[in-house]
């Protein structure tokens, strides 16, 4: 059910969505001059994925965990995609291609060995990845990685649609802060 769910939404958003994505795409030209943001990611069953997302940070960033980056690598606009969490709507893709969940724990990269083997451990990567759950509402990040894992398990043990929408709206309505960066919590 919540597959059918995330092909339906993901589609939805997509198509409901494209003036948005677009005008986020154009300014992202001017804020960047490379928008789209893409990343090689832990999936489901370690398997990797490349997530997409609007960039939000300076083309010539590292390739770290966002608990890792400076906060001087945001750039203005990225500082709003964050705040309103419009960075993640092309993870909508990923969704619809089966990659990610729209509810799930967040995809890790590759690098982030103690959260890969914290979550192997309890069963956590035998889940699509997902945009949002249970840790980002509660403002559970990546620099807390058992944390991190044990959360991500009791949202999988206990995801039914009810909780699946619950997730959404509440991260819709803006609950949880995202990724912390050091000098922005």
């Not at 939805?12 to 003036?19: E, K, N, R, S, T």
């Not at 804020?31 to 960039?55: A, C, I, M, N, W």
């Not at 203005?76 to 990659?99: A, Y």
């Not at 309890?122 to 991190?148: C, E, K, Y």
Request: hydrophobic share 40%.
């Amino acid at each position: 059910m919540i597959r059918t769910l995330d092909l339906l939404f993901s589609l939805l958003g997509l198509v409901f969505g494209f003036p948005v994505l677009l005008v986020l795409y154009v300014i992202g030209l001017f804020d960047t001059g490379s928008p789209v943001f893409r990343q090689e990611r832990v999936g489901r069953y370690k398997k990797p994925f490349t997530l997409v997302k609007f960039r939000t940070m300076s083309v010539d960033t590292a390739s770290v965990a966002s608990h890792l980056a400076s906060s001087s690598s945001i750039t203005r606009f990225g500082h709003f995609l964050r705040r309103t969490k419009l960075d993640e709507l092309p993870q909508l893709w990923n969704v619809l291609k089966g990659e990610m969940s729209l509810v799930g724990p967040r995809p890790c990269l590759f690098n982030q060995e103690e959260l890969i083997r914290e979550r192997d451990q309890r069963g956590a990567l035998n889940a699509r990845p997902g945009v949002t759950g249970l840790a980002q509402v509660n403002d559970i990040d990546m620099s807390t990685p058992r944390l991190l894992a044990e959360t991500d398990a009791k949202m999988l043990a206990n995801l039914t649609v009810p909780a699946y929408f619950k997730y959404i709206f509440m991260t819709v309505a803006g609950k949880g802060s995202g990724d912390r960066i050091p000098g922005r919590e």
